[in-house]
């Protein structure tokens, strides 16, 4: 495998799985603290309409996504404060509302139809040159906003009430951290893809809530477990020749079967111990 590493292609798929794993590990943690995964899935599939409108306008379908899921991001944020409707409700018409923008915008497009398999379902052996860029400034920009309001968010993702009588700006850190939400979402996308993506953001994540309680050292499991996928993700992709993005889902379920395996194990040692301990 090491010869692969004078390929371009290849260098950058490490690359996007250092961004995927920095990018998925802190954003899921406060995803899955926060209890938004049902949001987020949201938010993904409504992206899809980004992709579409930015082929039909002959842009950079990323871009599109990106804009179209922040609106959609901070239009569930203010909508789910506001409306008489159910948030899952809000959910679903977002989610519809993104996929069938998507479709039409598509078809629409003059000339052949696009092949949107890398959109849906990701492929890190394409990621280009501009979007290891735009991982890059946002692994750096989410790593600034936690190191900068790490106190502010471990409030707001267990307890909401408490942190509004501590005089925390709930409501502007909200906002920001959905937003957020959406371009880690969106800048995903081309590693595995809309439909998989929300896996990418909850899978490690459990599996780093199994090892620790600590809302900081969640952070850094849900890194090294989604990083650890990523690269054997990308290592089963290329040997078997099967799509990356359901290799790398693949390979964090089996990561979170093994951790529960060894937290299970490790229990029932020390449950003996105390057993016998007591005898």
């Known amino acids: ?148 309001l790490f106190k502010e968010i471990l409030f707001l993702s267990f307890d909401k009430e408490y942190a509004e009588t501590q005089g925390i700006p709930v409501s502007t850190i909200s906002y920001l951290l959905i937003s957020l939400v959406a371009l880690t979402i969106v800048i995903n996308i081309r590693v595995v893809g809309i439909i998989l993506v929300i896996s990418m953001l909850t899978i490690p994540q459990a599996a780093a809530n199994l090892v620790s309680k600590n809302f900081r050292h969640i952070i850094f499991y849900s890194i090294g477990f989604a990083f650890l996928a990523s690269i054997s993700g990308l290592v089963i992709s290329y040997t078997l020749n099967i799509p990356s993005g359901a290799a790398i889902i693949f390979c964090s379920i089996v990561i979170l079967g093994i951790s529960k395996a060894i937290v299970y194990i490790q229990t029932r040692i020390k449950l003996s111990n105390e057993l016998r301990s007591s005898d």
């Open 1 to 148: 495998m090491l010869e692969l590493l004078k390929y371009d292609f290849f260098i950058h798929a490490l690359l996007a799985s250092i961004f995927t794993a920095i990018t998925c590990g802190i954003i899921g943690t406060y995803i899955v603290s926060r209890r938004i995964v049902f949001i987020s899935g949201g938010i993904s599939h409504t992206s899809f309409g980004g992709v579409g409108i930015g082929y039909y306008l002959g842009i950079n379908p990323i871009i599109g996504a990106a804009a179209f899921a922040v609106l959609a991001a901070l239009g569930i944020e203010t909508l789910s404060r506001k409306s008489e409707l159910l948030e899952d409700s809000l959910i679903g018409m977002m989610w519809s509302f993104g996929m069938a923008v998507g479709i039409i915008f598509i078809f629409l497009t003059p000339g052949y139809a696009p092949n949107l398999m890398t959109y849906l379902f990701g492929n890190i052996l394409t990621v280009s040159r501009l979007d290891i860029l735009l991982m890059a400034g946002l692994s750096l920009l989410i790593t600034a906003v936690f190191l900068l």
